[in-house]
């Protein structure tokens, strides 16, 4: 039940997602504002409160929720902290908009669908961005109209300029390449059944040790292939770009080709600097979203049974990885609750 006009919202986590949503909920988002902020740290807590009227700073998870100012919890904590947090929310009934990944593997994703399906209904939406993106909403609207006939392929390029500190190989597939895991289900509407991981040679802006670029291919259970180029050190900037072959045409997005310039004996656009920028409206339509359906008393959104899958095609990944062979996903039965 919502108790307020205005959504209070506990954001957990004081990070780098976590600030960023503390200055979407407080400056742009409507209908909401930051009731309480919880980090560990209980001093830079405070320290984002302070800035923000209103809002109380806590170190524990477990009191931030009981508090009655209250309503609902984005969770923008470290993965390994989210299963606990989650069980906690759904003690108090609380919708929870929960950050990648929902847990950090496919057996604690399994335990926290169970819980949901025992509270009798959906609690939870995954921040997975990427479907609020405009491009990719076009994408899949012309998907959806089977102008293009039936896809068969998707090509999928995913680049960040930098990677950050302890990055590792298995974070390429279960942190970078968990986005296209999602948005490759969600465009196509089918699960994703096998994963196979190859490795060019790696490239010399990577640290030492870390293979990155690598090449992934996804198989789904409705026959399409589908491949995703990641490489988290290519150093000109952030680019995700996605490019489905249908029967009878192509559709491709990300070129972003929204303004070219031509100067100086060149033509060109620029480049975003990393994925807060390149999907700044998506996180801001995606909380948005987020807080009317609450308000509504509904959930909308990627459901916990896409973190789940998420999470199974990750384990898959990363064993494909280390055992360098095609591995297909073991994915539970669907529960009547995410049909
Ligand atoms: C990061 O965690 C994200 O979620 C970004 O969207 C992705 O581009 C990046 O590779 C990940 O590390």
Redesign the pocket.
Same mark, same amino acid.
């Given at each position: 039940m919502i108790h307020h006009d205005s959504l209070g919202v506990a954001v957990i986590g004081a990070g780098r997602m976590g600030a960023d949503h503390v200055r979407r909920i407080s400056e742009v988002t409507s209908g909401a504002h930051v009731a309480a902020i919880v980090d560990l740290d209980a001093d830079r807590a405070k320290a984002i409160a302070a800035g923000v009227e209103g809002c109380a700073a806590f170190d524990d998870v477990a009191e931030a929720m009981a508090s009655p100012a209250v309503d609902a919890v984005l969770l923008a904590s470290p993965g390994v902290a989210h299963e606990a947090a989650l069980l906690t929310a759904f003690d108090h009934d609380l919708p929870v908009l929960c950050e990648?990944p929902l847990t950090p593997d496919a057996a604690s994703a399994l335990r926290v669908l169970k819980a949901e399906q025992r509270l009798g209904h959906r609690r939870v939406q995954v921040g997975f961005m990427r479907r609020y993106d405009h491009e990719y909403l076009k994408l899949k609207s012309l998907l959806d109209s089977g102008e293009l006939g039936r896809p068969l392929m998707m090509h999928n390029r $995913?680049r960040?300029p930098s &990677?950050?500190p302890d /990055?590792t190989t298995a974070?390429l597939i279960n942190? &970078?390449v968990? $986005?296209e895991m999602d948005i490759i289900r969600w465009l196509l509407g089918q699960e994703i059944t096998s994963v196979t991981v190859m490795r060019p040679t790696s490239s010399g802006n990577a640290p030492q040790g870390l293979a990155d670029p690598q090449f992934v291919v996804f198989e789904t259970d409705g026959g399409v292939l589908a491949d995703v180029e990641i490489y =988290?050190n290519a150093r000109y900037g952030?680019q =995700?770009q996605a490019e489905a072959v249908c029967e009878n045409g192509t559709a491709r997005i990300g070129d972003r080709h929204d303004m070219l310039v031509t100067s100086r004996g060149r033509w060109g656009g620029t480049v975003t600097p990393g /994925?807060v920028e390149r /999907?700044e409206e998506a996180y801001d339509r995606e909380v948005q979203a987020w807080v009317d359906a609450t308000r509504r008393g509904e959930v909308t959104g990627p459901s916990a049974w896409d973190g789940y899958a998420v999470a199974a095609v990750c384990e898959a990944g990363v064993r494909a990885q280390t055992e360098d062979r095609r591995i297909a996903v073991e994915l539970a039965d669907r529960p009547a609750l995410y049909r």
């Open positions: 990648k $995913h960040n &990677s950050p /990055f974070m942190d &970078s968990t $986005h =988290v952030y =995700v /994925f /999907f």
